[in-house]
Structures are given as structure tokens and as C-alpha cells.
């Protein structure tokens, strides 16, 4: 009964969507509460394409595809149909109101995952399968949020769509839709590591498959933008959004124009960042890919002589970061000193004389000797043969100190000369004429600066 009164539908001799777009959904859900078969499932792909087909549906084509709804070979490219109407269906209405949209998409997403002609599908179409599965993604997350009644079967529905790609592997390849795909795989994954705790297996491969895009290709919109800005206040994602941005922006801000530097920081990156510096700080979770990911945004301002609106508050935070860190004994914390340091440092040689006078302060000078006391313990024993690099490699691995520093001695000089010639309290209070005159032989060969540490 049910195939008869599905075929009716698809082929218009029975009215569904003229009834309304929430009887008709809860209709087609009702269909599932019974056990059913792939024909099933094909015409209830078909019944959504006959409603929101974005161009006319030749009478022909509807009839074709009934008579294949029970096709092996003809099942995936229906289910897909089905799905590619899907992105319609949901933006065309008041997506909350029909929360019974969304366990039929999972359904037929979870079919298209185990059936094999999908993967022969995919062959002959390599892009259609993982642009269309991320459309639905993207409109999904448009409509529904967790306040519309809807976050459980949203849920289900994400981690179906993810688990879809996973299993297929979209290449990482110059395809035209590739920001799509990527988007709509980045927004299934913050979607299923909110509702767990962990990251599954594939939750894992997907963030290598993001990350590889990320360093492969340059194809970040606003859109991913603003997408990855959402993931960083997400305290629950945001190493796993670190990690994606570090490795955006140690590829690539070399290279940006100003526009594009400006859409990230206008959307908070920046600040974000500022904050998870401070953050890990004062918790003890330090992620190293903070301060290496504002060294390249830092970096990358100052070459161009762009404005840093944030420059002072830049200082602010990298110095109090580096007094937080005193209590955390180890290598770790030296490692995530040096680099925030390094940003602090930069930013220095580019303001005013009347910015550095009113950033100068005790905790300005404790700081200071807290990283003089750090490059004497990590050099010290070394006679000059090594970097803080290769001495921080040394201890916790060239994974945890991805990049070499470039923490520079003519530039910490002038720091150290410009700090004692204008606070010379801060100066004494600090001891730093001591610590300075102990570690001359690490920052200079003879009387010449090493070119850096």
C-alpha cells in the first residue's frame, strides 16, 4: 500500500505538498515508523524532488524514476535527488516548524553511506554527491538551531552527514565547489563535537582532512571565516579550531591582501586569540599554536605597514601571559613564553614613543626577566652551540615546537635599552642589570648582536 500511495504522490496523481509543507513532512516521516526497503525510500526522494524540483520536472523523467525506485544501480543517484531537493525544502520554508524533515535526511544520508553504487556514483561524479551532502548541511544549520525543538534530530543528522563523508573521502583536489564542501564539513563536525565530549574516530580524520585542505589550497571565504570565528568561542572546539586557523595562517597570511586580512580580523580573530592566550595561561593548558598564530598575523601587519588597532592590548595580554606561566615549572611553559614574547617584541618596534612609555610597568619588567631567566637556562649549558629551538626540541619534541623562533637580539636589545633609559625603577626593581649582564655571551658574539637566539 505504502509503494502505491508513494508512486501517486511522485508521479502528482495524489496532492501532498498542496495540503501543506507540515502535514506533508509529517506524512513522509509517518512512513518510517513501519519497516521498509529501498523502493520505499526512493519514492520518498522522489515525493521531495516533485515538491521542490528547482526546475520543471519533465512528466517523462518523474515516470523513469519511479520505475527505477526499485533499482540497485539506480537507488544512490534517486537518494541523491532527494537530497539535492533537500537544500531547497528547507530554505524555501520555516525550517523549525518542520522538524520531521530532518529524519528523513538522515535516513536516506545513512543509505547513501551504506549502499555501493553510491561509490560508483561518486566515480562518475566526484564533486555532485559531497557539494550536495554539504548544501543540505549548510541550509540545516541555517534553519534549525538548538532553541527550535529540533537539536536532537539535527544531531542525528549532522553526525550522519559526517560520517557519509568520512566514509567516501572527498578529495583534497581544486574542485569548484571545494570552499562548499569544506564549509559543510567543517559545520558537521562543530556540530557533532558540541554534542560529545570527545572526538570520535572520524572525527579525527575529518580534522586531518580539514586541516589538509587548509594547507593545500587558499579557498577561505567569509563565510568559513565566520564559521571558524563561531568555533573558537566554543571553549569545547577550540583546539580542534586552533589547529585549522595555525595552519590557515601559517600557509598563507604571507601572501593576503589587506581585504582578506581585514575580513579576519574585523570577525574577531585577533581577539579570540587574545583571549585563548590568556586563557591557557592562567588554566595551564597551553596550546602553542596560539602565540605562533599571532606571530604570522603580527608578522604579516607589520610588513605591509597595516594598522594594528589591537597593539596595545597585544602587549597587555602577551605580558601578563608570560607572568602566568611562572607558576607552570618546565619546558612547556618556556616554549609558550618565548613565542607571545616574540609577538610582544614586534609589536613594540612599531609604536609610539608615548604608546611604550605608558606600557612600561613592573609586570613589563618581571616578564622580562622571566624570559632573560629562560634563555640563560635553555642556553646556558650549551656554550653557544644551539638555538632555543633545538634546545626546546630537544626536551619536548620538534611536534610541540613546530616552528623556529625568531626571537631576534638586536631588536631585545633595543628593548632592554629603551626599558632602562626610560624606567629606570621598573629597571632596578626587576634586578635586570644582573640577569643581563649574565646572559651578554648568549645574545652577542662579542660585541656584535647574534643575528637571532
Same mark, same amino acid.
Given at each position: 500500500?505504502?509503494?502505491? !500511495?508513494?508512486?501517486?504522490?511522485? =508521479?502528482?496523481?495524489?496532492? =501532498? ?35 521542490? *524540483? ?21 537507488? *544512490? ?18 525550517? %523549525? ?11 536516506? $544520508? ?8 553510491? &561509490? ?46 568520512? !566514509?567516501? &573521502?572527498? %578529495? ?14 567543517? @559545520? ?10 570527545? @572526538?570520535?574516530? *572520524? ?6 582532512? $580539514? ?13 568559513? +571565516? ?20 595555525? !595552519? ?28 585563548? $592566550? ?29 594598522? =594594528?588597532? #589591537? ?32 609577538? @610582544?617584541?614586534?609589536?613594540?618596534? +612599531? +609604536?609610539?614613543?608615548?604608546s611604550r612609555a605608558t606600557l612600561m610597568s613592573e609586570e613589563m619588567g618581571g616578564a622580562t626577566k622571566r624570559i632573560l631567566l629562560d634563555i640563560e637556562e635553555l642556553l646556558g649549558d650549551n656554550q653557544g652551540g644551539t638555538t632555543l629551538t633545538a634546545a626546546l626540541r630537544s626536551k619536548i619534541g620538534i611536534m610541540a615546537c613546530p616552528e623556529p623562533f625568531n626571537l631576534s637580539p638586536i631588536v631585545l636589545q633595543k628593548f632592554l635599552s629603551d626599558?632602562?633609559? &626610560? ?7 626587576? #634586578? ?10 648568549? $645574545? ?5 648582536? &647574534?643575528?637571532?637566539?
Amino acid at each position: 500500500m505504502r509503494v502505491i !500511495t508513494l508512486s501517486m504522490i511522485a =508521479l502528482g496523481d495524489m496532492p =501532498l505538498w498542496s495540503q501543506g509543507s507540515e502535514h506533508a513532512w509529517f506524512a513522509l516521516r509517518h512512513v518510517f515508523e513501519n519497516p521498509y526497503d529501498d523502493t520505499i525510500l526512493a519514492l520518498v526522494a522522489i515525493a521531495i524532488l516533485r515538491g521542490f *524540483a528547482t526546475s520543471g520536472l519533465e512528466p517523462k523523467r518523474v515516470r523513469d524514476l519511479v520505475r527505477n525506485a526499485g533499482s540497485r544501480k539506480e537507488i *544512490a543517484a534517486i537518494l541523491l535527488e532527494g537530497v539535492r531537493c533537500g537544500t531547497e525544502a528547507l530554505l524555501r520554508r520555516e525550517g %523549525p516548524r518542520y522538524i520531521h524533515a530532518l529524519p528523513i535526511f538522515t535516513e536516506i $544520508l545513512q543509505r547513501l553511506r551504506e549502499l555501493p553504487s553510491t &561509490k560508483e556514483f561518486i566515480e562518475l561524479h566526484p564533486e555532485t554527491l559531497f557539494a550536495d551532502v554539504a548544501n543540505l548541511i549548510l541550509a540545516a544549520d541555517q534553519i534549525y538551531d538548538t532553541k527550535s525543538g529540533a537539536s536532537s534530530e539535527l544531531d542525528k543528522l549532522m553526525d550522519e552527514a559526517l560520517q557519509l563523508l568520512r !566514509t567516501f &573521502k572527498p %578529495p583534497v583536489t581544486r574542485l569548484d565547489s571545494m570552499s562548499i564542501i569544506f564549509d559543510g564539513t567543517l @559545520v558537521s563536525f562543530v556540530r557533532c563535537k558540541q554534542g560529545s565530549a570527545s @572526538v570520535s574516530n *572520524a572525527g579525527m580524520q575529518t580534522l586531518d582532512w $580539514l586541516n589538509q585542505c587548509l594547507s593545500e589550497y587558499d579557498f577561505v571565504t567569509e563565510g568559513i +571565516i565566520s564559521r571558524l570565528m563561531w568555533g573558537l568561542e566554543s571553549p569545547e572546539f577550540r583546539g580542534e579550531v586552533l589547529q585549522l586557523i595555525y !595552519t590557515y595562517v601559517s600557509k598563507w597570511f604571507a601572501h593576503i591582501g589587506e581585504r582578506r586580512y581585514k575580513s579576519w580580523t574585523s570577525k574577531g580573530l585577533i581577539a579570540q586569540l587574545l583571549e585563548a $592566550l590568556a586563557s591557557g595561561a592562567t588554566t595551564g593548558s597551553m596550546d602553542l599554536m596560539v602565540p605562533l598564530a599571532l606571530r604570522h598575523i603580527i608578522k604579516r601587519a607589520t610588513s605591509m605597514s597595516w594598522e =594594528l588597532q #589591537d597593539a596595545e592590548e597585544i602587549i597587555s595580554v602577551g605580558i601578563n601571559a608570560v607572568n602566568s606561566v611562572n607558576s607552570y615549572i618546565g619546558t612547556v611553559g618556556q616554549a609558550y613564553s618565548l613565542p607571545t614574547f616574540e609577538v @610582544v617584541l614586534s609589536i613594540w618596534e +612599531i +609604536i609610539s614613543d608615548e604608546s611604550r612609555a605608558t606600557l612600561m610597568s613592573e609586570e613589563m619588567g618581571g616578564a622580562t626577566k622571566r624570559i632573560l631567566l629562560d634563555i640563560e637556562e635553555l642556553l646556558g649549558d650549551n656554550q653557544g652551540g644551539t638555538t632555543l629551538t633545538a634546545a626546546l626540541r630537544s626536551k619536548i619534541g620538534i611536534m610541540a615546537c613546530p616552528e623556529p623562533f625568531n626571537l631576534s637580539p638586536i631588536v631585545l636589545q633595543k628593548f632592554l635599552s629603551d626599558l632602562k633609559a &626610560k624606567k629606570p625603577d621598573i629597571w632596578a626593581a626587576a #634586578d635586570l642589570e644582573t640577569v643581563v649582564n649574565r646572559v651578554q655571551d648568549l $645574545l652577542f658574539n662579542g660585541t656584535t648582536p &647574534k643575528a637571532q637566539l
